[in-house]
Structures are given as structure tokens and as C-alpha cells.
């Protein structure tokens, strides 16, 4: 019987079927960080239950650290109690600990592909949405809750109903200056930021196939943007060349049976979805957002749209607008921008540096911009120094931060002030997301480049040699 890549791996790890109710799956990697696991060991300590595979658990401090001076005490007092209690439960618990400071620390959804944690048809959970960004290996990757996060800690297991099925194929060559963020965002824009809600989406297509893997997990890191449960990719010879020789791959003997597995991981000729989407790769333009949702989105040449084009009825559409201080019908190319902000699970690999670098290359910051370059990970940092592009920024006039979360959910230092207004390679623009009152407007780095040199909303490809 013909099976999706989806199914497949599902199918693999389910212990027990409940007749009526959810799946009983086991869980292969368990992702945790310092905002939502501390309530999930407490939980622990208070039945008296022990972690039953510690090996599996792999945890990084990222949510709420500072991105400057992370060599000195943490000030904020809740920050600071989150980050010792993450230390203290992981210890107590056998569990890996890359904290604050340590050279393996950094965001945990970019943390876990660079040292293999993430592979090919493995079932991986993290307290956090956007734990669909490993699914860009051929893995079945999600979000849990705080409950869940004890659950999975105790039983390596979780309790999921099984999504429905849905492929998004795009062909076709994509346009000058348009990145894998473009394409993601196109995407949510067709699809509202509930059409996807109930499934499991597979991206399939020359122009995944064409992607790099850091843009593979950009999309699949938008995927529940729309609402899905999660994104894949298959696995092919870009994932496995990512993956090989990184510390928690397989090795020798071990390498060639997992590869011999992985192979098989692709959608069967004939195997069925529950919805089939297709696009073509030359429509999609540099993207850029306008409203206080992912899907309210639109190529950066157009208007803005009017309320009976878009989802959510017009009183919704009013307030977003008034949110954002926009109108209908307004060009977004020229609109003033206060800060820019590069990072994030999204954007934050080497690949988002080596684009905004390339853009800025010979021009210099705009004056009145504020510009936060916050890198995923210590190793995305070492990378920015040992290119040269460290060196770029530099004479272009731009500083490079420390890595964590930042500016994407504010939850540290790094907020956006109210009502100005910030172009982020982030993944959500919500009221108040980047700080209260704060207006964002999501993009790619090659945006967010042009935004920090010009100081406005300004078409990439303009700027492009």
C-alpha cells in the first residue's frame, strides 16, 4: 500500500493505538529551554517520577537571555531564576545543558540541526511552536505544551491525534532576490493563518528540492503560521551532506544503516493526501507584511489590499490597520522604518548572514535605524567571524549581538518600542509580539538589508547588482 513520507514515519513510532482517541507516540529527541520546562520538572519532583531517557533530552537556554554582556549576571530577576532553575533540573536529572555562556549554546530549533540531533524520520517535540523548523529533514517535528513537556519526560511518550495530510508542491525557477522566507510567507498569504489547521503539510517540488537545508527549515519553521500542526520535507542528498560528520550523527556501520533507512523516506507513487495545493515559483516576489498576522502579507510592490480581499471580515481588518497605522490601498515600498531586526529560529543561520551581508557589502547603516544581527547559535557567530562577514557588517557600520531569541518575542531587553516600526525575519508580527505596541513587518534578510541601509520599506531587487 502506498504511503506519504508523513505516514511512514507516524506509522513507525506509534506504541499503542487508542480505538476512538489519540495515538500513543514515542519520541525519539525532546527538545526543552528555560520557559517552559521549569513548571514540567516541578511536576516531576512532585509525583516522585524520574526522566526515563535522559540521553533523549537535550536543553539550551535561548528564550529570555540578553544578547549583550552575556559574560556578566543576568539582571532581569525572572530571567535569571529561569535560567538557574533549567541548570539546577537538568543536572539533578542527568540531562544535557548547553546554558548561557556555553559554546554550544544558542536558539534550540538551531541548535539541534547543527549538532545532529535532528535526523531523518525521527519523531521530535519541543515546549515551543515553532519546533516544526525540523521537519526540513524528513522528521515529524512539533510544538507541546508545558503538561505534554512532563508527559514526555517521564514516558518518553506523548498522547497525538493523527493530522490529516496535505501537500504544497511548487515548480518553477524563483525570482531575483526572492529567499525561502519569500516563499514561506507567499504560501501563508494564499493560505490564511488557518488554512493548513488540522494537517501535517509536506513541501515538495523543484523548489524545495533546489533549497539549501537552512531554507528547507525556514519553511518549515512558518508552517505553523498557517496552522499547521507541523511542515516536512524528504530527505535527499543536501539533507544527508548536512547532516554527516555533525557530533550526535550516526557513525560508521551506524551511518550506513540509517542512510540505508532514510533513503526510503519519500511519499509513495500514488500515495493520497487529504489536500493537494500547488503553486508556481515564478509568481512569488520579495514578501513583506502590512497587518498584525503572517498571512496578511503580499509581494513588497503591491497595495495594500482592501478589507473584502482578506480573511477575518472588516471590523478585524480595520483594527489591524489602525494597529499598524496603515490604509488601504498605500504602496508598502517607502514606508519609514525604525529598527531592523535579523534573527530568530526563522533567520538566524549563516545562510540569512551571508545575504544580508552581500546587500550591505559597500553601503552603510541608514542613520536613524536601530539594527539588532542576533546570530541562532555561537557556532552561527564563529561562522560570521571566520567569513569575513563580521568584517562587512563592520564597515557597513553595523554591530553583531550575542545569540538567543531576542527581539523575536521580546522576552528579554531587545523590545521594539510602541508604535515603531521594525522589519524582522521573524515569524510573527502580532500586536505586541516584538514589544507593547511594537508594529513588524516580516520579511527576509535581503528586505531587512534594504530596510537598514535605505531606513525604508525598499525592494531588494532594486538594490541588487
Known amino acids: 500500500m502506498s504511503k506519504t513520507l508523513f505516514d511512514k514515519v507516524w506509522d513507525a513510532h506509534v506504541v499503542r493505538k487508542i480505538e476512538g482517541g489519540p495515538d500513543v507516540l514515542f519520541i525519539d529527541r525532546h527538545l526543552i529551554h528555560e520557559v517552559t520546562s521549569p513548571v514540567a520538572f516541578l511536576g516531576l519532583r512532585n509525583r516522585g517520577i524520574r526522566v526515563l531517557y535522559p540521553e533523549r533530552t537535550f536543553a539550551t537556554a535561548d528564550h529570555n537571555t540578553p544578547t549583550i554582556n552575556q559574560d556578566k549576571p543576568v539582571q532581569d530577576p525572572l530571567s535569571a531564576n529561569q535560567l538557574k532553575a533549567l541548570e539546577e533540573n537538568t543536572k539533578m536529572y542527568g540531562i544535557r545543558h548547553w546554558g548561557l555562556g556555553h559554546y554550544k549554546n544558542g536558539i534550540v530549533h ?3 540541526p547543527e549538532n545532529g540531533i535532528t535526523q531523518p524520520g525521527a519523531t521530535i517535540v519541543c515546549g515551543d511552536s515553532h519546533t516544526s523548523t525540523h521537519g526540513a529533514f524528513g522528521a515529524i517535528a512539533f510544538g507541546i505544551g508545558t503538561s505534554e513537556v512532563e508527559m514526555v519526560l517521564s514516558t518518553q511518550c506523548i498522547m497525538q491525534p493523527k493530522p490529516k495530510k496535505m501537500r504544497i508542491t511548487i515548480n518553477g525557477a524563483l525570482g531575483k532576490g526572492v529567499l525561502p522566507k519569500d516563499v514561506a510567507l507567499f504560501i501563508i498569504s494564499k493560505l490564511t493563518t488557518s488554512g493548513a489547521t488540522g494537517y501535517f503539510v509536506e513541501y515538495a ?12 527549515m525556514t519553511v518549515c519553521n512558518l508552517s505553523i503560521e498557517m496552522g499547521a500542526r507541523g511542515g516536512m ?8 551532506d548536512y547532516i554527516e560528520g ?3 550523527s550516526p557513525k560508521g556501520a551506524d551511518w550506513d544503516k540509517a542512510m540505508a533507512y532514510w533513503k526510503t523516506l519519500k511519499t509513495d507513487e500514488g500515495a493520497l493526501f487529504d489536500k493537494e495545493l500547488t503553486f508556481d515559483g515564478s509568481e512569488i516576489e520579495p514578501m513583506i ?4 498576522n503572517p498571512g496578511m502579507g503580499m509581494g ?3 497595495e495594500i489590499p482592501n478589507a473584502e480581499q482578506v480573511e477575518g471580515g472588516k471590523a478585524t481588518y480595520e483594527k489591524s490597520l489602525g494597529y499598524m497605522g496603515f490604509h488601504e490601498g498605500e504602496p508598502m515600498v517607502g514606508k519609514k522604518i525604525d529598527y531592523v531586526f535579523v534573527g530568530s529560529c526563522t533567520n538566524g543561520r549563516i545562510e540569512d548572514f551571508r545575504a544580508f551581508a552581500s546587500l550591505v557589502k559597500g553601503r552603510h547603516k541608514a542613520d536613524d535605524v536601530t539594527v539588532w544581527l542576533v546570530p541562532g547559535s555561537h557556532v552561527v ?11 562587512i557588517l563592520t564597515e557597513a557600520g553595523f554591530t553583531l549581538r550575542q545569540p538567543g531569541c531576542s527581539a523575536c518575542l521580546a522576552m528579554n531587553d531587545d523590545k521594539i518600542p510602541a508604535g515603531k516600526y521594525a522589519v524582522s525575519t521573524s515569524n510573527r508580527n502580532f500586536e ?19 530596510a537598514a541601509v535605505t531606513g525604508r520599506v525598499t525592494d531588494p531587487r532594486t538594490l541588487i547588482q
Open 289 to 292: 507584511t502590512y497587518g498584525t
Open 300 to 302: 513588497i510592490t503591491h
Open 205 to 216: 517540488g523543484s523548489v524545495f528540492e533546489q533549497m539549501s537545508m537552512e531554507g528547507r
Open 246 to 248: 555533525r557530533e550526535f
Open 381 to 391: 557567530e564563529e561562522q560570521i567571524r571566520k567569513e569575513g562577514i563580521l568584517d
Open 233 to 240: 520535507i524528504a530527505p535527499d542528498q543536501t539533507t544527508f
Open 110 to 112: 538551531v541548535i539541534g
Open 432 to 450: 505586541g509580539r516584538q514589544g507593547p505596541g511594537a508594529r513588524t513587518l516580516l520579511a527576509s534578510p535581503l528586505v531587512a538589508a534594504a
